[in-house]
């Protein structure tokens, strides 16, 4: 089926960087857009950033101009690089992927695990 393994997440000082990346599995699903999401405790999940498999993007206010998402269709995997990281933005960072089943012309949204991601100020 679809599998999506997320890597990258650590502890970091404020100011520094990270790079997220997830990889999505699958062998008989088109992966469309992508996207990361983060929760932080006691809070909601939120959209960090997508991008589509033509490469638009979309990030959400608190982390434009500091975070780049991008994409290797060939690999199936998406970045999340993470640059002037604030303490703010410590959180659990969740991969999603859009997926359709081109026989069965059916879409499904899957989830990552998370990976954690604690910035020290």
């Known amino acids: 089926q679809v599998q999506l393994v997320e890597s990258g997440g650590g502890l970091v000082q404020a100011g520094g960087s990270l790079r997220l990346s997830c990889v999505a599995s699958t062998t008989s699903w088109i992966i469309n857009t992508m996207g990361w999401y983060r929760q932080a405790a006691g809070k909601q999940r939120e959209l960090v950033a997508t991008?589509?498999?033509?490469?638009?993007?979309n990030y959400a206010p608190s982390v434009r101009g500091r975070f780049t998402i991008s994409r290797d269709n060939a690999k199936n995997t998406v970045y999340l690089q993470m640059n002037s990281l604030k303490s703010e933005d410590t959180a659990v960072y969740y991969c999603?992927?859009?997926?359709?089943?081109?026989?069965?012309?059916?879409?499904?949204?899957?989830w990552g695990q998370g990976t954690q991601v604690t910035v020290s100020s």
């Open positions: 999603n992927a859009d997926l359709l089943n081109p026989s069965a012309y059916v879409r499904q949204n899957y």
């Open positions: 991008i589509t498999s033509g490469g638009s993007t």
